[in-house]
């Protein structure tokens, strides 16, 4: 999941984008912005890996962002598309690398498009997906930062999961099979119908059970007939 801000002073185009952004399922949009100097000064590169920017703001161009944000970040940049009413031809030297222009009323269909040429999906949204240690779950109306590391183990709940996790339980609106592709592959395992476990967290196995350590106690948790295999093949208990 790649994690975006959204920059324009057209609120018929922040509204378009995102729902688009909303409906996109490698995208998290962390927060929107109508005033460009106020996305400048709220700007941080730790977690925002691209930058939807309308190209022709009032008091402020895109180019003239994308300069400025350049100028503080000594060059780190995220990915950038710029929304525009008319496409034309980019100034060399303001932007960086990757970027892309979109019409301000493209259709989502168009949209991806443009993302998928920015991030070539299929070769970076993998290799970062694997280097992103953390994700955001949506719950209460906010989206609240989950690092891999922190979490126990997953619980089915209806069409809910809870995360059991250093910090507490976090119910979230996902399927269980949505969290098992969301979580990384090596140090995550799916043993049951209703659990997901960190491999960091086992303390011994049995035919029926596997056994983690949480926080100083042992909680039993049963192995699915139909998960067994493949735990004992990840586990090279075989």
């Known amino acids: 999941m790649f994690t975006c801000i959204l920059v324009d002073d057209q609120p018929e185009v922040v509204a378009l984008f995102s729902s688009y952004i909303e409906k996109s399922p490698f995208l998290t949009l962390l927060r929107v912005y109508v005033d460009p100097f106020k996305a400048l000064t709220d700007y941080h590169t730790d977690r925002i890996d691209m930058l939807l920017l309308g190209k022709e703001m009032k008091g402020l161009s895109g180019n003239e962002f994308v ?19 008319t496409l034309f031809p980019v100034p060399a030297g303001y932007l ?8 301000a009323s493209a259709s989502f269909h168009e949209f991806e498009a443009s993302l998928k040429r920015i991030l070539d999906y299929g070769k970076v949204s993998m290799a970062g997906l694997e280097e992103m240690d953390f994700f955001f779950a949506d719950t209460s109306g906010k989206k609240v930062k989950v690092n891999f590391s922190d979490i126990y183990y997953v619980e089915a709940a209806g069409n809910y999961v809870t995360l059991v996790t250093r910090t507490g339980r976090l119910t979230i609106y996902k399927s269980m099979h949505e969290l098992e592709a969301l979580l990384p592959a090596n140090y995550f395992l799916r ?48």
């Open 67 to 85: 300069r400025k944000l350049k100028e503080n970040l000594n060059g780190a940049l995220p990915h950038v598309l710029f929304i525009s009413k």
């Open 191 to 238: 043993i049951h119908k209703s659990y997901i476990t960190s491999l960091g967290c086992i303390h011994a196995i049995t035919r029926t059970e596997m056994m983690l350590q949480v926080e100083g106690k042992i909680i039993n948790f049963p192995i699915g007939i139909t998960y067994k295999n493949n735990l004992l093949k990840k586990l090279k208990l075989e």
């Open 96 to 103: 960086m690398e990757e970027e892309e222009q979109i019409l």
